[in-house]
């Protein structure tokens, strides 16, 4: 029956669309361990599969198995090319998202760093306005005492 074998092959296509989007997340997974685990940006994109539902994509071959014959072979052609489009620009978008949280953690770090800086200037200003306060008043003794010799 010509109907069960295009159902058997859109089923094994399906599955083998299954195990690369499996063998992509497994490798965005094991990268992303590599970061820093804590870190909330980390858990924001970590799972953006989750957006896209596995009964969103298997909709595609159950409208092609339903669609005439003629029809069937454009529309799945069409179709199963534009999945693969999109299952690149997700994969790539993925790793713009890593690369764009990387960036983003070591702006921080900087930003932390400079601030702890910040806190340490801030620290030595305030120790040298106290000592030019004490030598502002040493300087009026100092004044006051060369002023009493003179006389």
């Not at 069960?4 to 989007?21: F, L, N, P």
């Not at 970061?35 to 969103?56: C, E, I, M, N, W």
């Amino acid at each position: 029956c010509l109907d069960e074998y295009e159902d058997d092959e859109a089923g094994q296509k399906e599955r083998k669309r299954e195990d690369a989007i499996t063998q992509q997340n497994t490798v965005q997974n094991e990268a992303v361990s590599l970061l820093d685990p804590g870190s909330a940006y980390l858990l924001q994109v970590k799972d953006v599969s989750s957006r896209f539902p596995r009964t969103d994509r298997s909709g595609f071959s159950r409208y092609n198995r339903d669609a005439n014959a003629s029809g069937n072979l454009v529309s799945s052609s069409t179709l199963e090319k534009k999945i693969e489009d999109l299952e690149k620009e997700v994969v790539r978008e993925r790793q713009e998202n890593l690369r764009l949280v990387r960036l983003m953690q070591d702006k921080e770090e900087i930003i932390g760093k400079l601030r702890e800086e910040i806190d340490l200037l801030n620290r030595d200003l305030d120790d040298i306005e106290d000592e030019n306060e004490q030598l502002k008043q040493e300087n009026k003794t100092l004044l006051k005492v060369v002023g009493q010799l003179t006389r």
